[in-house]
Structure formats: structure tokens, C-alpha cells
């Protein structure tokens, strides 16, 4: 159906009815992978205002008799460019799913090829969380408010308009200009809680809405950061019990209160001398700093008996890699940071003004919560962030459909925080994937137990009849 046919029943009729020209994205690119812009007002309280553009992608639907519309994807983030993931989740999708959608990326406005936004940061201005120590502490201060006035510096006339509900919105112009009624989606991490976001502000244009590892809408956004540290513990003692159990396998212990005091020792250790393991120091804080890891407890193992082994004065054997498997890079670091800093500091929430605060609270979070604590706490540079939010953030509570899905043991969203768009979602429902590591169920390419529920609603519609747990 042509966009015109209703866009006079959208409130911004221009932006529905605009004439879209498709080309390949890019040479290194699938020829399957087609790219256009559309265009959608800067602020939407002023749309005959400034525009910007939002650089769109899609795989065109395999089947045209099958075809029930469009799959919008977000990869996450905040911050995290989508152009290239129909193709990368092409062959990811089951063939009855790719028989019946467009599968629909796109750069979020910010973000790679939609009207960036780029603070320049300096490289340590590109990590996004520190751990805290009295002695550096005026340091991580100095740090984050330098990241807020580089960004207010730069993109300041940007920054008020990088919202999770103008983006929200932003779908919803790319809907029009598809011309269709309902769109599909699927989102990982942060994408997620835009998916809901948007069910909130356009129930009626939502059709089926999967929902891979999700953050809580209660907990925007510090809470979010603090809530990884809190599962990262739970991860932590996990392992300290699998490692022990292999304790002839890799000689950390053979109790788990063994094993913990094993990887204490460590720390203190490389505090006191920093182990070069790679061609790479690590210090207690650098060590504690790969808190996410373990999860993953087949994969972290190597790295901690690496480091034993070099603080010892060993060697690591030739060819053997004892890194921790690290998140692939993004396209441009500045440009995702910077971003995630407007989303998470833009918003609102619990960001406190006073330094103190932070330092109070990282050093109660790290007692309490040892391994981690501290880097989810430390100050941020929400506390310098020179705009208030011009709209509150969204409150998700609706029964549109949607399916969540969501490993047990997940690094960065961790199970809890799924439960909590649960509650938030009261026509959804929630597969758990019993003993799944990593963050991430869907879009990893790992054959997973909840994928058979994930093709039978985006093919049929048919949610579970009630949350379960599959393994």
C-alpha cells in the first residue's frame, strides 16, 4: 500500500508521504542490502522546522505471497548503528520468517549515517564505566565533566532531541513511509526498552514485537548500570562453584570459597604489581574491570589460570589465547559513547548533581558488592549535563502483545531486569533460557530453545501460553 493512501491520517502528513529511493548500501556490502534516508523533523514540537536525516536498510521479504510487512531491528546501546543488521540477522531468522518480512534496520538519530553526533572524546573518555579509588577519584570527576562539555561543546543544538522517545517516533515516520499500518520488531539490550517505548506511544501500530534480552523501564538509567554489578556477583559465585568443580582441570581450588580466594589473592596481587599477560598489564582494577565475563564460565576460566600462571612468573603457552572474548568494535567509538552518554544523561532518572553522592555511593556498592560494585556507581557525566529533559521519560505499561526472550546468565541485562519489562508488559510473555550465557539469545546465532517460540509468533502470531523456561 503507498504511503499516500493514509498518511493524511498521520499528524506529520509531509513526513508520510515521502518518495523513497533505494539503493545498495554500500560495495561490502549483500546486494540483498538496500539503503534510503528518510526524513523526519529535528523536533517534533516544531515539525516544519529543521529535518534530519535517518538512514534506513532492508532485505526485501523472500516471499511476495507470503509477505505480511516489515521487521524493524535495533541492535541495542544506546547508541548502537543498525544499517547493516538485516543482513547480518538474514541468515540468523528462521526461512518461514524471512518468507513473510522486509527486514528494516536503520542508524538511530545520532548515530553513523543519521546526522551524527561526535564529542570528540579522548580515549579514556570512551569507557563507560571506571572503578573508583579515593586517589583517582578527583581524576574521574575532571573526566566526566570534560565528556559533558566536549558534547554540549560540539553537538549542543543536537543533544535535546537524542531521546528514546523521539526515536520511538522516529520509527514510527519510517512506518509511514513504508506505507504500513503495523510494524513488526525485533530488539536487543537497550533496543528493547525502545521497542517498548514505542508500544507505549503507538499501540495500534504495533504488530509483533520480540524483545531479546531486556532492561527494565523501572530502573532508567543509573539503575541500569548498578543493576549489572548486582548480577555480576551472582555470575561471579557461579562460577567460583563450576571452577571448583574442575578444580583438576585448572587448579584454582577445590572448593568454591577456594576459588574465591584464589581470584582475590590475584587482585591484590596485581595491584600491588601489575601482571603482564599478552603484552598487556593488568592491575586489580583492570582484572576486576572484565566483571562481565564471568558469565561465561567455560570462556573467563582460561584468563584467570593465565593470570595465576604469570604473576607467577610463567609463561603463556605459544599460540594459546588467553584473552576474554571482547564485543566486537563499533564502527565509530566517539560517535557510540557520545550518543550513549546524550540517551542516558538526556533522560533523566536518578543522576545525582553532587560528586559525593558518587563517591558515597561507589564505596558502599563495592562493599557490598566487591567485584563490581564500584564501576556501576562511580560518577558519571549525567552529574554535569547542562539540559533537563524537555519530556519525562516514557512510563511502559500496556498489554500490547510481545515476546521477551532471555538467556539466564546474562552479563549486561541480566534476568532480573527482564522480569521487570515483564511487569511492564502485561500482554507479553517471557521464555527463559535455563543455563543460556551471554548477552544476547537471538542475535547471537547460537541455536537456542526459545527460537521455535520466536518463529511460531512472528509467523503465526501465537504467543506461549504462559511464561516458561526451556534448556
Known sequence: MPATAFAAQEPL???????LHWERCAQDQPTSLECTTVRVPLDYGDP???SIGIAVSRVKAGSAAKRRGVLLMNPGGPGGPGLTMPAEMAPLLAAEVRERFDLIGFDPRGVGRSTPVNCGLASDEQVL???YSAGTFGQDVARARSVADKCWAKAGDLLPHITTRNTARDMDAIRAALGERKISYLGHSYGTYLGAVYTQMFPRRTDRFVLDSALDPALLWRGVLRGATEAAELAFTRWTVWAAARDAAYG???????????????????????????GQPFDGDAIRAQYRAFVQVEAVTPFIVALKAAAAGATTPTGASTAVP????????????????????????????????YRRDAIRDRAARPLAGDFGAN???CAFWKSAPREAATVVDNDVDALIVQNEWDPQTPLAMAKGMRRALHGARMVTVAGGEGHGVLVTGRPSCADADVTRYLTTGRLPAKDHTCS
Not at 13 to 19: A, H, I, K, L
Not at 259 to 264: D, E, I
Not at 327 to 349: F, H, I, K, Q, R
Open 13 to 19: 502528513e509531509g513526513f508520510g508521504r515521502q518518495q
Open 48 to 50: 516544519h522546522g529543521r
Open 129 to 131: 564505566n571506571h572503578a
Open 252 to 278: 584454582l581450588g577445590a572448593t568454591p570459597q577456594a576459588v574465591r580466594a584464589a581470584f582475590w589473592d590475584l587482585v591484590a596481587s596485581a595491584d600491588r604489581t601489575p601482571i603482564m599477560l599478552e
Open 326 to 357: 571482547a564485543a566486537a568494535e563499533a564502527p565509530d567509538v566517539d560517535n557510540m559513547v557520545s550518543v550513549a552518554w546524550t540517551v542516558l544523561c538526556g533522560e533523566g532518572g536518578t543522576w545525582p548533581r553532587d560528586p559525593e553522592q
Open 379 to 381: 560518577i558519571q557525566p
